[in-house]
Nanobody, 126 residues
């Protein structure tokens, strides 16, 4: 499966963006789609994930009350709605897919994901 992330850009603090992760190559069923971010000089950080089957959602620290992950089953697309953005949210955001329906202890680990899309840059600045 191939992933294509889009929707990044420059936004003022307090603003919103919606990122899109489009999956192609096969129909999704039991996969997990995750969003990670990586700022310059920092490690890749888990942001959010959703199990394709059942729609269970998971969030990283500091984003749960501001970000919302969702999916459109018919389109094979996952979304990350980001509200109340802060300068510290500035990073390259990447979507990834695991062929498995990951459990909670695994879902935040980048190594558990099988394929990655190219990132989309989010810059929060005045």
């Amino acid at each position: 499966v191939q992933l294509q992330a889009s929707g990044g850009g420059l936004v003022l603090p307090g603003g919103s963006l919606r990122l899109t992760c489009a999956a192609s190559g096969r129909t999704l069923s039991r996969e997990t789609i995750g969003w990670f971010r990586q700022a310059p000089g920092k490690e890749r950080e888990f942001v959010a994930a959703i199990r394709w089957s059942g729609g269970m959602k998971y969030y990283g620290n500091g984003v749960k009350d501001r970000f919302t992950i969702s999916r459109n089953i018919a389109e094979g697309t996952a979304y990350l709605q980001m509200n109340s953005l802060k300068p510290e949210d500035t990073a390259v955001y990447l979507c990834a897919i695991s062929d498995l329906s990951l459990i909670m202890s695994e879902i935040k680990r980048p190594a558990r994901y099988d394929s990655w899309g190219r990132g989309t840059l989010v810059t929060v600045s005045s």
